[in-house]
């Protein structure tokens, strides 16, 4: 398997995760893709994503799967345990509406804030920002930090009591947030030891 990324960014760190979770990390190639040079607009990079953005995996006899939680959902099923995405009906449907709250309040959230209010990664890379727009996006990130924090005051994970592609989602959102300086209040105090914890995880550190 090939891997096209960029390493740090906040997808391809969510699918370095998961590979070292499932015990695949050194099955896969990676394969540097300069974003900020705009090699993902390049005609090559296009007919592996027409959507052109990272990652990217590209399986042995071809076929080229993007979006970060479809890629993950093809890993949790081509190896065995841990399981990331849920056994049955309602357990994977259940980590799936978790997942997604997280990423649209969280890891959206954060990459809508640092494209539109910060210098994001420069005037080349933008047909249009508004910083507006972005800085509204940075009370969503703050507000979902809020609804995380009680969630997990009941709850050891983001999706109830194991490890899941939640708190994988989680983690790409929090380094991403790090690295625009938005920090998570103090007082949030379960959801800064989920982090603690989470954090401490191999799979931690191949994301970077």
Partial sequence: MKVYEFKGFANPARVRIALHEKGLFDEVEFVHVDVPGGEHRTP???AKNPSGVVPVLELA????ISESTAIT???DH???EPTLTGKGAK???YIHMRQRKIEAGLLEAISHYFHH???????QNYAHKNKEWGEYQKTVVLKTMKAMDEYLAKNAYLAGGEFSVADITGMAGF???DFVKVETPAELTHLNAWKQKVFSRPSASVAA
């Avoid at 006899?61 to 080229?64: A, Y």
Wanted: negative net charge.
């Fill in 117 to 123: 209010a910060t210098e994001g990664l420069g005037p």
């Fill in 61 to 64: 006899d071809g076929t080229q």
């Fill in 175 to 177: 380094a991403f947030c």
């Fill in 91 to 93: 357990e994977r449907a």
């Fill in 78 to 80: 081509a190896a065995g």
């Fill in 44 to 46: 090559e990079f296009l």
């Fill in 73 to 75: 959902e093809y890993l």
